[in-house]
């Protein structure tokens, strides 16, 4: 074992968590407690500190778009993604935000909302083709929807649609849901952990809610950086 060698000297973080140059790449942010808790009081919100809340600000500039499940959005009250003085030349070329890409089945979403109206750019909502008629053409009215399969969500066709639109740097910001089927389908390339130096307990989910991941690849420890108290862990897949 070898401690982790620490420097004095701020690090340029669009430049430490720069996508690759080219093809698709399916990146993940998630915060959790020491002891693995992904939430506090039913939100992730109380996990992280400032330099946390920077990070997930900046990895949004960095995306082509963001991926988001439902239930997130409605435990968080998820509003439209706004874009902040930090991101500098992250987007020169391409839209002024990504969009956000609401994952759900039941499209029992607030279409009246900000997240629709306020929208910079029309915020995609992703669903099977065994989705609710009536609410498939309340989607159709205020966002652009991708279906992708037929009787359930195919993920890998998801993203694969979203890389057409020209969406190739993605980022999913949860929930432990849709994280845990993205995982267990082999499709994360990359997870963000920022560690927040807090114990929990109770039942609150871990990063991942969703069936056992067949067969684990291997990650390597592409950097770790530190603020406060808390660590910020990024890891890329090893194997594929
Ligand atoms: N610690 C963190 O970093 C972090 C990050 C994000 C969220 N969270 C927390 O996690 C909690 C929410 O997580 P969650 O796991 O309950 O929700 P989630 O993953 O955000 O969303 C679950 C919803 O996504 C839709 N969905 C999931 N799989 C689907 C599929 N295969 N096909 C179609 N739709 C699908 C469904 O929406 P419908 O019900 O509309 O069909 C489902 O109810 C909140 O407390 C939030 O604060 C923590």
């Known amino acids: 074992m070898r401690p982790l060698t620490s420097s004095p000297d701020q690090v340029d973080l669009a430049e430490a968590y720069a996508y690759p140059p080219e093809g698709m790449w399916l990146r993940a942010n998630m915060v959790a407690g020491l002891d693995g808790a992904a939430q506090r009081d039913e939100r992730s919100g109380g996990l992280g500190n400032e330099a946390d809340k920077r990070l997930f600000l900046l990895l949004r500039g960095l995306a082509d778009a963001v991926i988001v499940g439902a239930g997130t959005v409605r435990a968080e009250g998820y509003g439209p993604v706004r874009p902040i003085p930090e991101w500098g030349d992250v987007r020169d070329g391409r839209t002024p935000v990504p969009p956000l890409v609401i994952v759900s089945h039941s499209l029992g979403l607030d279409f009246d909302g900000p997240v629709f109206t306020e929208a910079r750019v029309p915020t995609i909502v992703l669903t099977s083709a065994d989705a609710d008629p009536d609410r498939l053409r309340a989607a159709r009215e205020h966002a652009e929807v991708i279906i992708a399969g037929e009787r359930a969500l195919d993920f890998g066709v998801a ?79 090893a194997t594929r």
Do not use: N
């Not at 056992?212 to 291997?218: D, F, L, M, S």
């Open 159 to 237: 993203f694969r649609a979203l890389a057409a639109r020209g969406h190739r740097r993605l980022l999913v910001e949860g929930g432990p849901s849709v994280l845990g089927q993205v995982a267990a389908a082999g499709l994360l390339d990359e997870l963000c952990l920022t560690l927040s130096p807090m114990l929990l307990g109770g039942d609150a989910l871990r990063i991942l809610d969703g069936p056992t991941v067949p067969e684990p690849a291997a990650w390597k420890l592409a950097h770790t950086l530190t603020d406060e108290d808390f660590l910020f862990l990024r890891y890329t897949r």
